[in-house]
C-alpha cells in the first residue's frame, strides 16, 4: 500500500530544536529499507498560489488556501505492508514530535472514486 505522508508544521507542537531533527538518518534508514520512494520539502505557504474556477471564471490568489497557523513543510512517499506500518515510520520522523504528520492512502491508478 502507498501512502503520502505529510509533514506539517504546527505551532503547537514542541519548540523546533534543529539540533534533534535527524531527517536525514531518517531518510537514509527508510531508503536502506525500501519503503522511501520520493521526498521533497515545500516552499513556504506564502509563496503558494491557490486557483479555482467560478461560474467559468479563473480565480487566482496568493497564499495557500486556508487561514491557518499550519501549513505543510512537505511530503515522503512510502510503500509499507499497511496502515500499521506507516504509522511506525511516520512516528519516528522529528516532526511527529515538532509539528504534525498526516497519513493518507495514495489512491489506485485505476481510478479510485473520490469522495
Same mark, same amino acid.
Given at each position: ?8 508544521? $504546527?505551532?503547537? !507542537? @514542541?519548540?523546533?530544536? /534543529?539540533? *534533534? $531533527?535527524?531527517? !536525514? @538518518?531518517?531518510?537514509? /534508514?527508510? *531508503? ?41 513543510a512537505g511530503f515522503a512517499l512510502l510503500e509499507c505492508a499497511d496502515l500499521d506500518e506507516a504509522i511506525g515510520i511516520a512516528r519516528t520522523h522529528s516532526m511527529a514530535r ?18
Amino acid at each position: 500500500m502507498q501512502y503520502a505522508m505529510f509533514v506539517v508544521v $504546527d505551532p503547537d !507542537a @514542541e519548540p523546533y530544536v /534543529a539540533a *534533534e $531533527d535527524d531527517y !536525514a @538518518e531518517w531518510d537514509a /534508514a527508510l *531508503e536502506r529499507r525500501g519503503v522511501l520512494f520520493d521526498k521533497r520539502r515545500l516552499r513556504p505557504a506564502d509563496e503558494a498560489t491557490t486557483l479555482k474556477v467560478r461560474g467559468g471564471e479563473l480565480i487566482i490568489s496568493d497564499g495557500p488556501f486556508t487561514e491557518s497557523k499550519e501549513w505543510i513543510a512537505g511530503f515522503a512517499l512510502l510503500e509499507c505492508a499497511d496502515l500499521d506500518e506507516a504509522i511506525g515510520i511516520a512516528r519516528t520522523h522529528s516532526m511527529a514530535r515538532f509539528g504534525r504528520i498526516e497519513l493518507r492512502p495514495l489512491a489506485q491508478a485505476n481510478g479510485d472514486p473520490l469522495e
